[in-house]
């Protein structure tokens, strides 16, 4: 292998601003629906089911077919393959067939002339429905055994025995709510038919393959036939991730079978009704603990809100499981998980992927455990840490994952002086003391994040590097861009390689035929996996090059050095480009493929044990509110937030990621509440009804770092993944609350709060445990 100077303009570790800022800014930025539309393009609609569950007698779709600019109607029965769009089973149609199990399932597609006519005409169907029991609850669901996977236990020591013989014990029932992605740019697809029964869609997806499969499954035409693209999303976070298919499915059926262009663009409302969330989840614990707050034994049910099919909703679950030790050691545990099904929106993917829903309850418990110590949180959260990588007693996780790379210990040292985490302490305590209304709260939690799809196959990359004859570089990866600054890391992971500067690289869109059977740019993997690609695509030009160049310059390939733009051996430099036109001439190649899949990883999902991660991300955070007692409105007054993104690829882009993610889990834990009426409709399916954060709700004092890290792993320039595990660190806001609400009653009491802490929930609690 060539030498890599490490002095050079070290294209990675710089905060380089994201590769589209300037586009983003300035409005220049395309997505899908800013593509020139071609000539005769039509606009779809869909027409929702207004019941839970009901056996379609009747669809009337006259009224419809009528209506003004109406070109065509489709129903389950026009797809010539499949109507199915179950990522991993196949029980999602794309349009309901004979049942319908929500409200506002998918029944048909209107096509017309534009949006607005398809829209208006989707609403004059007349459904003719025979009304089923629906369940549209988690915990009604599991009292009838209603699931959509079959229950999912994992077990380690003998949790009972130790609870039954533990000094103290609690239990209880807790929940936390799901949570809409509220990407900013919604669902759409745009289907382009091309010759041959072949079919382009642009679609907004986190997983073009995926979509090349449902599109060519639905068509039934084979998948060299379908081309799917996506430059960009606005936003993703996982709820692109499998349910960008119902709308490429129904976009590609109209096309086809108009055999002309449409496109499928959700408004906000539809997009709400029709596709899933974070999963709810809900708890029943037992746990046993001495008088120090060591924890001695954990039996945990967990109940998933699933929706109507699985979707997801198994490796969510199965991440969950993966997540209820957080950064702890849990000698002995007894943990099961159902997925419930319920007449409700199939829930899917959400940064954290079940991670955060298996981990905050863990801290609730702990919570709980230092509260009836009288002792500081922190204190009990310390003590119960995984140990210091060779304490061989207490680093295997309860799936039997060694942890080699724990640095919570230091990590949360390092927070605790930075945040003045005691004297805060103390400074709100004699606040409290003489404030009747107003009360302060402040956590500490911690977190630890695995790192790799826990699926294992899905943990692989490939990446094509072109080089342009005047020294200009094209890259296109697997993964795709929704905001996260992947196509900037990859750039200058690219660059590095190449030892060109960053404004040489361009990145293009995503695109099923240029990179083949790609995974979803999903569990935080994008730049570790798509990095690692391009990385060893960009390695094979450089050794053709550093071959060619000792021939021609003297010296010897492996001596080559490539920096600054430019291409040394022997003594000699000379510019990359000049040398990339030689070397042509020369008839080297000078673009190439590269591939990558993560290392040992192995998993057993029935006995749910083995080494699904390839690493772990760790972090902390301080959060310090103010309660309004009489009210239950609240403020994060200040936020201290320490995270591992180890050697940085890119501080700047990393920092941008803790900050989204801080927020958007503060809003998941506070004030974003799905709300169903009793016939199953979601009522909060607008931004007037669902609030999520805004920029008011951010702190004002908000300290966001990187701990100084190195990844143990070897991962692309030892970085650390950063996309889903900073939306653990709010747990810090959530007990702050809960820590402001204790106060009322002295710290005497646990307020029964549950997740989200909305103002209502914050004034049922405090009004619980005040005499
Ligand atoms: N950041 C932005 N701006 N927009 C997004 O949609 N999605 C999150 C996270 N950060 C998201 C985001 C989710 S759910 C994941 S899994 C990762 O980005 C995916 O990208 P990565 O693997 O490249 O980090
Ligand atoms: N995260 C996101 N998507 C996934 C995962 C995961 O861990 N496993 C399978 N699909
Ligand atoms: Mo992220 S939930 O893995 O798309």
């Given at each position: 292998m ?24 300035s ?6 629906d800013d ?29 419809v077919?009528?209506?003004?600019g ?18 991993i ?29 398809a829209r ?20 009604a ?17 003998d ?5 039954a ?61 379908v081309?799917v693209?996506c430059?960009r ?7 692109k ?15 086809f ?131 210091r ?8 996780t ?23 985490y005691?004297?805060?302490?103390a ?31 899905l943990?692989?990359a ?10 200009s ?12 600054g ?22 293009t ?30 390695r094979?030009?450089r050794?053709?090059?550093?071959t ?14 490539f920096s ?28 190439s ?7 040992d990883?192995?998993w ?11 690493y ?39 920092k941008?990621?803790v ?20 016939s ?42 950063v ?37 209502e ?11």
């Open positions: 060539t030498k890599q100077n490490e002095t050079s303009w070290a294209e990675v570790g710089k905060s380089h601003p994201h590769e589209s800022a300037v586009l983003h800014v409005g220049r930025a395309n997505y899908t593509m020139p539309e071609t000539q005769g393009t039509l606009h779809a609609a869909l027409g929702l089911s207004t019941q839970a569950h009901a056996l379609i007698r009747h669809m009337d779709l006259n009224a077919r009528q209506a003004q109406v070109i065509a109607v489709f129903t389950a029965r026009d797809f010539p393959g499949s109507n199915q769009c179950g990522p089973i196949k029980d999602d149609p794309i349009l309901a067939d004979g049942v319908v199990e929500y409200v506002g399932q998918p029944l048909f597609a209107v096509v017309a002339r534009s949006h607005e006519l208006r005409a989707a609403r004059l169907a007349k459904i003719d429905y025979e009304t089923l029991p629906a369940i549209l609850h988690p915990r669901a599991h009292e009838q055994q209603s699931y959509v996977l079959p229950p999912m236990s994992l077990t380690r020591g949790a009972q025995h130790a609870i013989n533990a000094p103290h014990r609690i239990s209880g029932e807790w929940q936390v709510g799901g949570q809409e992605q509220f990407y900013l740019e919604g669902q759409i697809a745009y289907a382009i038919p091309q010759e041959a029964d072949g079919m382009y869609v642009a679609c907004s997806t986190q997983h073009p393959s995926e979509m090349q499969h449902v599109v060519a499954h639905a068509l039934a035409i084979p998948l060299h036939s081309q693209e430059r999303m606005g936003g993703g976070f996982g709820g991730e499998s349910q960008s298919a119902l709308w490429a499915g129904v976009a590609a059926l109209c096309a079978k108009l055999q002309r262009p449409v496109k499928l663009r959700a408004d906000r409302d539809d997009d709400m009704l029709v596709t899933g969330k974070r999963h709810e989840f809900h708890y029943d614990y037992e746990a046993g603990y001495n008088d120090e707050g060591l924890i001695l034994g954990v039996k945990v049910q967990m109940l998933s809100r699933a929706g109507f099919s699985a979707d997801l909703s198994g490796p969510v679950a199965t991440r969950a499981v993966c997540h209820l030790d957080n950064a702890y050691f849990l000698s002995d545990v007894d943990i099961r998980a159902m997925c419930c099904k319920t007449n409700t929106q199939s829930n899917t993917a959400f940064r954290g992927f079940g991670g955060p829903q298996g981990a905050i309850l863990i801290e609730h418990i702990i919570d709980d455990i230092a509260r009836h110590l009288g002792k500081d949180a922190l204190d009990v959260r310390r003590l119960n840490f995984y140990g990588n060779d304490d061989e007693g207490r680093n295997v309860h799936y039997g994952q060694k942890v080699v790379d724990n640095v919570i210990h230091e990590l949360v040292a390092e927070l605790e002086q930075s945040s003045d005691r004297a805060r302490r400074a709100i305590a004699k606040f409290n003391a003489t404030s009747p209304v107003l009360k302060k709260g402040l956590a500490l939690t911690p977190h630890k994040f695995g790192i790799a799809f826990n699926v294992t196959h943990n692989q490939g990446a094509l590097v072109h080089v342009y004859l005047d020294g570089v094209l890259v296109n990866h697997g993964g795709t861009e929704m905001g996260q992947l196509n900037t890391k990859v750039a200058q992971v690219v660059a590095h390689e190449l030892g060109v500067p960053l404004s040489a690289v361009r990145i869109a995503t695109d099923t035929t240029k990179v083949a059977n790609t995974s979803a740019t999903a569990a935080s993997t994008g730049t570790d996996l798509n990095g690692k690609a391009a990385q060893a695509a960009a094979q030009i050794d053709r090059l550093a060619y160049a000792a021939t021609t310059l003297g010296g010897v390939a492996s001596e080559v050095s600054d733009g430019n291409i040394s051996s022997g003594g000699n430099t000379v510019l990359f480009s000049e040398l990339v036109q030689k070397a042509y001439l020369a008839r080297v190649q000078l673009w493929d590269g591939f990558y899949a993560t290392p990883l192995h057993d999902g029935k006995s749910m044990k083995g080494n699904p991660f390839s772990y991300a760790y972090g902390a955070a301080v959060s310090e509110v103010v309660v309004d007692t009489l009210t239950g409105e609240w403020k994060l007054l200040r936020a201290d937030v320490l995270y591992d993104a180890g050697n940085s690829l890119n501080p700047a882009i990393d941008g990621q900050e989204g993610a801080f927020i958007q889990g503060m809003g998941w834990l506070t004030t974003e509440e799905l709300v169903w009426n009793a199953g409709k979601l009522t909060t399916h607008a931004p007037s009804t669902y609030k999520i954060p805004a920029i008011s709700d951010c702190p004002e004092d908000f300290r966001v770092s990187l701990f100084k890290n190195k990844n143990v792993a070897d991962s692309i320039h030892r970085s650390k993944a996309g889903e595990p900073p939306l653990l660190l709010p747990f810090s806001v959530f007990f702050a609350i809960r820590d402001a609400i204790a106060s009322v009653a002295d710290h005497q009491r646990h307020p029964p709060l549950p997740a989200p802490a909305t103002s929930a914050i004034l049922r609690a405090v009004n619980a445990i005040r005499d």
